[in-house]
């Protein structure tokens, strides 16, 4: 079973449309929680934290569940520009700062 | 935010050279950096993490002499791809934290290497 489980899609959406993406992660030791968001040949860019009492970030919300060890991002109105895959990175229970990354989610916003 | 660049971003090299990328942290003291590489449409594998002054530690599979990492300032990391083939072909992106990697992790832009 692979640390970071994410589905990878691809998502095609309309613009305006609201869609929500998950990822499940197998370490409950594990301590920290980001999105991160990676454009096509491009480095990965931090979107968001991800905080036990969710949190939300404009048009973004991003929530944690530790019982199901559950993690899930939502977009609301999207955008041409949303188009990009989201890496759910989950941190490791050691202090070593060791990022576990899933394999993205492939969102394509359509006009 | 912080700033981290790579370079080059770009190389192309023969079989059976060696190729540097360096990493550094612009406007902040990197006490960790970490190395990852990622395949076309795969999530991204760490290599190696790098602490200012030590050696690196490397992830179970990676060939440490191999893949020279050093680590010589808080703004300078360095991955040496030594007798390069066409299988290391990647994309490798380095990342800097200030805190040990314990928070956020700031990426590099990333080199692609192929290896003719």
């Known amino acids: 079973r692979k640390e970071v489980e994410q589905d990878p899609g691809p998502f095609n959406v309309p613009e305006g449309a609201t869609v929500a993406f998950n990822c499940t992660y197998s370490n409950s030791a594990s301590q920290s929680f980001f999105w991160y968001r990676q454009d096509c040949r491009k480095e990965p860019k931090l979107l968001m934290s991800?905080?036990?009492s969710g949190n939300e970030d404009g048009r973004f919300t991003a929530q944690l569940n530790r019982a199901s060890q559950y993690i899930s991002l939502l977009i609301r109105d999207s955008k041409l520009s949303d188009s990009a895959t989201y890496l759910c990175v989950v941190h490791g229970s050691s202090n070593t700062g060791k990022l576990i990354f899933g394999q993205g989610t492939t969102l394509q916003v359509k006009p | 935010g912080a700033v981290v660049s790579q370079h080059p971003s770009r190389v192309i090299c023969k079989s059976g050279t060696s190729v540097k990328i360096e990493c550094r942290s612009l406007d902040f003291q990197a006490t960790t950096m970490f190395w990852y590489r990622q395949f076309p449409k795969q999530s991204l594998m760490l290599m190696a993490t790098?602490?200012?002054?030590?050696?690196?530690?490397?992830e179970q599979g990676v060939e440490k002499d191999k893949f020279l990492i050093n680590h010589a300032s808080l703004t300078l990391s360095t991955l040496t791809v030594t007798s390069a083939h066409p299988e290391d072909s990647s994309f490798y992106i380095c990342?800097?934290?200030?805190?040990?990697?314990?928070?956020?992790?700031?990426f590099g832009p990333g080199t692609r290497l192929t290896v003719t």
């Open positions: 991800v905080y036990s």
């Open positions: 990342s800097a934290s200030s805190r040990g990697g314990l928070y956020e992790q700031y």
């Open positions: 790098s602490n200012e002054g030590s050696k690196a530690t490397y």
